[in-house]
């Protein structure tokens, strides 16, 4: 492969009120705010050494405008371009300046409907990784990955591997054998992206990776005393899959924020996938709880690079399915 995808790296959310944005990201969660406009505000972990990895936009309704990957080398963004336009998918370019910190950046809609970003350099800032004194809320480190859901699981797996060499960590199937859900990474964990079977395309949370467990309660006290209780919308827990600890959050506007902590390194290149049977309880929720009905069936509308509006969104190829255990 000709290109090298190092791993997801920011997320363009729309939101509806900036100010009641910023009180559930950085005051309630932690992130550092970077920097800020009329229009915009940018966020980043306590780790990150760019300027961001996550933009809220103001807009009139909720939605995903771009999931962000950085690559190694502008070379590579060219090469990206080619296989997408080869394999019938138009690209857009932003060149350097038109967005707020990034560099050259490409935009395309993947085989799934999703709505990619590739770049190869934005700004550097400050790690502030030992600034201690500004550890708050979640103590939020670094953006980890994506989940989306998608109508086509089988054809969104086959085309990150084939095409933008995703590796495969963890994957659930039916008692039919068809792939349900599947983990792929660049980088040398769990999974940089997630797909799951459903409605779709969507995105269905943000994963972002706190320091320890201990970090996942202490949001739930934060969040609580400053009463966003009810934005607490699944754990904490543990997963199965991946082994992570995890807790679900619902911001102002409704986008699934996941607090993650605690899986395993994937480096080997002789690592082979690790397989769930879609009934197996233990899958999602290793002590077995079961979700709410919102984790199943509420996610973010992306958008369309061209045109900016929502993209249609397709049932997904196979039944859904709910055990009572959780999943």
Request: glycine fraction near 8%; aromatic fraction near 12%.
């Amino acid at each position: 492969m000709d290109y090298h995808i190092i791993r997801c790296a920011r997320a363009i959310l729309h939101v509806t009120d900036l100010e009641a944005s910023r009180k559930f990201y950085v005051d309630a969660l932690g992130f550092i705010e970077t920097e800020a406009d009329e229009n915009h505000i940018y966020l980043r972990g306590l780790e990150e050494h760019t300027h961001h990895s996550l933009v809220l936009k103001k807009a009139e309704k909720p939605a995903v405008e771009a999931l962000g990957y950085k690559v190694s080398s502008n070379k590579d963004l060219e090469t990206l371009s080619h296989m997408f336009e080869d394999k019938g998918y138009p690209t857009k370019w932003l060149e350097k300046g038109e967005q707020h910190a990034v560099g050259r950046a490409l935009r395309v809609q993947d085989n799934s409907g999703l709505p990619l970003e590739f770049f190869a350099e934005m700004e550097p800032v400050e790690r502030l990784l030992q600034r201690y004194d500004l550890y708050q809320g979640s103590r939020m480190q670094r953006i980890d990955h994506f989940n989306c859901g998608v109508p086509d699981v089988e054809a969104a797996y086959a085309f990150y591997q084939e095409h933008l060499g995703f590796a495969c960590s963890e994957y659930t199937d039916t008692p039919e054998g068809n792939i349900w859900a599947a983990w792929l990474h660049r980088k040398q964990n769990v999974h940089d992206v997630a797909f799951m079977n459903g409605l779709g395309p969507r995105l269905h949370h943000i994963g972002f990776w706190l320091p320890d467990q201990l970090s996942l309660i202490h949001t739930c006290d934060v969040l609580a005393s400053m009463g966003y209780g009810e934005s607490l919308e699944r754990g904490p827990g543990r997963h199965g899959l991946s082994n992570a600890f995890f807790l679900y959050l619902r911001d102002p506007d409704g986008h699934r924020i996941e607090l993650y902590s605690g899986d395993y390194l994937t480096s080997d290149p002789d690592f082979k996938p690790i397989r769930w049977d879609i009934n197996d309880p233990m899958r999602q929720t290793f002590w077995g709880h079961e979700a709410p009905d919102s984790w199943f069936n509420e996610a973010s509308s992306v958008l369309d690079v061209f045109t900016g509006e929502e993209v249609k969104q397709k049932p997904g190829k196979l039944k859904q399915h709910k055990p009572t255990f959780v999943i």
